[in-house]
């Protein structure tokens, strides 16, 4: 349990630290997404699919998260914390294939890192799931 909370608060601070790094701001809403899209990555890291089909879910899922969270915002919270209606081919300005794309291939490095700590954590005694190749 501390591990996925740890994991969680992990992913929320690195969405936190992307959103400031790559816009200047952020919103605290992306640290609960951040913290579930890391959940969800180390789920897909621990299947045994090829990295660019686990990247590909990644991306879908982050860019659900997104969207979810975006409505949430705009219609819950009467905020609007992104706006990508500027974007070729957007959903309500929520989502685009441009920062999908983004999120492909930081989805894709994070499972890579996700399946390398977990090779040099575990031995087989101590780890019950095999760990997917990639």
């Not at 994070?110 to 005694?125: D, F």
Request: glycine share 14%.
């Amino acid at each position: 349990m501390l591990e996925r909370i740890a994991l969680f608060v992990l992913g929320g601070s690195g969405y936190l630290g992307v959103e400031l790094a790559w816009r200047g701001a952020t919103h605290w809403t992306m640290f609960v997404a951040g913290g579930g899209c890391l959940c969800g990555l180390q789920m897909l890291a621990e299947r045994p699919l090829p990295l660019a089909g686990a990247a590909c879910a990644g991306a879908a899922g982050v860019s659900g998260v997104e969207a979810a969270v975006g409505v949430l915002c705009r219609e819950v919270l009467h905020t609007a914390v992104w706006d990508y209606s500027a974007e070729w081919g957007n959903l309500a300005g929520l989502v685009c294939p441009r920062y999908t794309f983004y999120w492909f291939l930081l989805c894709g490095w994070v499972v890579w890192v996700l399946r390398a700590a977990r090779r040099a954590t575990c031995s087989p005694v101590s780890c019950t799931a095999k760990t997917a190749p990639g």
